[in-house]
């Protein structure tokens, strides 16, 4: 079972900036999937943003031109970074390394 360990959550004015990190056990490298979800009270889970094998990024439409996936090898550590912070952006975000292998969640708060 694969170990993950997220940070960098928290609360931050609309407008503002968070870089959320997931540490894992074992190499992320070339994982296809790999990426992070989160969910919002009284919503379902959501894909926000994956890797998929290859490389390429994907992301939800909401937050395209605002969120960067990427990924540091040599630390095995997955990174979400977000700028120009919505309200609607508020959700626990989680990490996610296929085959269900899930982070624990961070909170995200983005207030008006």
């Known amino acids: 079972q694969v170990q993950l360990v997220e940070s960098g959550g928290g609360l931050v004015q609309a407008g503002g900036s968070l870089r959320l990190s997931c540490a894992a056990s074992r190499s992320i490298f070339s994982i296809d999937g790999v990426g992070w979800y989160r969910q919002a009270p009284g919503k379902q889970r959501e894909l926000v943003a994956v890797?998929?094998?290859?490389?390429?990024?994907n992301y939800v439409n909401s937050v395209k031109g605002r969120f960067t996936i990427s990924t540091d090898n040599a630390k095995n550590t997955l990174y979400l970074q977000m700028n120009s912070l919505k309200p609607e952006d508020t959700a626990i975000y989680y990490c996610?390394?296929?085959?269900?292998?899930w982070g624990q969640g961070t909170q995200v708060t983005v207030s008006t």
């Open positions: 890797i998929t094998n290859g490389g390429r990024r």
């Open positions: 996610y390394l296929p085959p269900n292998n």
